[in-house]
């Protein structure tokens, strides 16, 4: 149920939509010294990592070494987990989104989210669903100005021209794809500063990979992304940045090197990195 406290109205959107630059609301985000635990076990200690304004960090590492536990915890999903607690700041542009006071909401609206597998509304409409955020966060907009919102996240998420002539057909009727980008377009709609993505290609085929990881370089210069990915040609293609996470012999997650992306892969200073980078293990 939407808080009418937290009602707002939706900032402006540009007068041309789809050829006017959004102006830049990218944020940096900084975790500092995280922990979380899932009852009594822990699975993360201390991890700490800047993930700056305007550009795409990367978070790889084997399978159950916290990348996606971490990831939760930079929008306050982690929290939504019966067992789970946590430890440590998120610091979104200098300012904790854990702090008393700040709302759930604030940071989910702040801070986006695009899950594995793409999740639109099967019956809803296209146009419905990019607009499905604005009314679970209470944001309020005209008609044309949703018209418009409309047309730019879809320009955005690059899914407009697909779909320009069929906005009122169901989000189901979409290939696995587009309806990945849909869900991008759903999450850019309530205007976040930070986009958070958890394997986003690993249910999609090689050409709608390409067109999601075309889509992640357009949409840094507006919104700072973090992408956790199995796939190391895709870290490599698209990150600026690369952390390594490994939890060793059941031990909690860390992270082994953090750095930009050409140095983890091509140069990095833990042998474990190295291994791992080159497939020799994970
Ligand atoms: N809801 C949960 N309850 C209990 N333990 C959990 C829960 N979710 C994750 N875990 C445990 O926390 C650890 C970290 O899991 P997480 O999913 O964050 O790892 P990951 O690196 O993202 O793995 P993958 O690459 O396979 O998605 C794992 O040991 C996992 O079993």
């Avoid at 990019?130 to 907009?141: D, E, M, N, S």
């Avoid at 040609?233 to 698209?238: D, E, I, N």
Wanted: charged content about 25%; some cysteine; glycine content about 8%.
């Amino acid at each position: 149920m939407t808080d009418l406290a937290d009602t707002v109205t939706l900032p402006p959107v540009p007068s041309v939509p789809g050829d006017a630059p959004v102006p830049s609301r990218a944020a940096a985000l900084e975790a500092d010294a995280v922990s979380a635990w899932f009852g009594d076990r822990k699975v993360l200690d201390r991890v700490s990592l800047a993930m700056p304004a305007r550009e795409v960090t990367a978070l790889i590492g084997p399978s159950g070494c916290g990348k996606s536990t971490f990831l939760r915890i930079l929008n306050r999903m982690h929290e939504l987990t019966g067992t789970a607690s946590l430890a440590g700041r998120v610091l979104l542009d200098g300012s904790d989104i854990y702090d008393r006071g700040r709302r759930i909401t604030h940071a989910r609206r702040e801070i986006g989210m695009v899950f594995q597998k793409p999740n639109p509304f099967p019956a809803m409409s296209l146009y419905e669903n990019v607009l499905a955020g604005l009314k679970l966060g209470g944001i309020r907009a005209g008609k044309d100005a949703k018209d418009d919102l409309v047309e730019e996240c879809l320009t955005r998420a690059g899914l407009w021209n697909e779909v320009r002539d069929r906005l009122r057909q169901p989000g189901g009727a979409l290939s696995g794809g587009q309806q990945q980008r849909l869900c991008i377009a759903r999450s850019l709609a309530v205007r976040p500063r930070v986009l958070l993505m958890d394997e986003p290609c690993s249910a999609l085929d090689p050409t709608s990979t390409r067109r999601v990881e075309e889509t992640i370089a357009e949409l840094k210069a507006e919104v700072t992304v973090v992408i956790v990915t199995h796939n190391m040609q895709q870290a490599a293609r698209v990150s600026d940045s690369c952390a390594f996470f490994l939890a060793e012999q059941g031990t909690p997650g860390v992270i082994v090197e953090h750095g930009p992306t050409a140095t983890v892969f091509g140069s990095p200073r833990d042998p474990r990195t190295a291994d791992y980078v080159n497939g020799r293990f994970g």
